[in-house]
């Protein structure tokens, strides 16, 4: 998958990368096209978190990419989905868990809607699933807090988000 971004933690101080982790995440269109959103809404050790982020996590071991994204979006937004188009790939830190993050980025739409199964530190965190227009997520996006976690995100997904908006486009 082709490499979009590589972004570093400016928000923390670096104290080196224990663990590289792989995560999947997806740009997922319904029925009226529109794409689904997880809002975040607690605090933590990055302190407080009130922010839009992409559905997604990371791939077990043993599992394909496409094998942890089905799932992935099966548990925190209940769908069963279809990929349409890779979107690609961006790397970037949370140096507060010495964590290198791969993330795999998917164009999905929705095939079917399953219960969702969030695990109990995903019920603390989302607050709540969404589905917006991709012109209003990207404007969310723009309009991201340029702090702390808030910013990473922001940093990560909204050239995801700009690409996914063209390929949607000219489907």
Not at 11 to 25: D, N, S
Not at 74 to 90: A, L, M
């Amino acid at each position: 998958m082709r490499i979009i971004g590589n972004y570093k933690d400016d928000q923390y101080e670096y104290k080196g990368v224990e663990k590289i982790r792989k995560i999947v995440r997806a740009v997922v269109l319904d029925e009226q096209n529109r794409i689904a959103l997880t809002k975040i809404n607690n605090t933590d050790k990055f302190g407080i978190r009130d922010y839009y982020e992409l559905p997604g996590g990371g791939v077990q071991k043993g599992e394909t990419l496409l094998r942890a994204l089905s799932r992935e979006m099966e548990e925190e937004i209940g769908c069963e989905i279809s990929v349409i188009k890779e979107i690609g790939k961006i790397i970037d830190y949370y140096n507060l868990i010495l964590r290198e993050n791969h993330n795999y980025f998917y164009l999905v739409r929705v095939l079917n809607r399953v219960p969702s199964r969030l695990e109990p530190e995903e019920i603390e965190r989302i607050e709540a699933i969404v589905w917006v227009p991709i012109d209003e997520v990207i404007r969310l996006y723009e309009k991201m807090q340029n702090i702390l976690v808030g910013k990473l995100v922001k940093q990560r997904e909204l050239p995801i988000l700009q690409r996914a908006q063209k390929m949607i486009n000219s489907l």
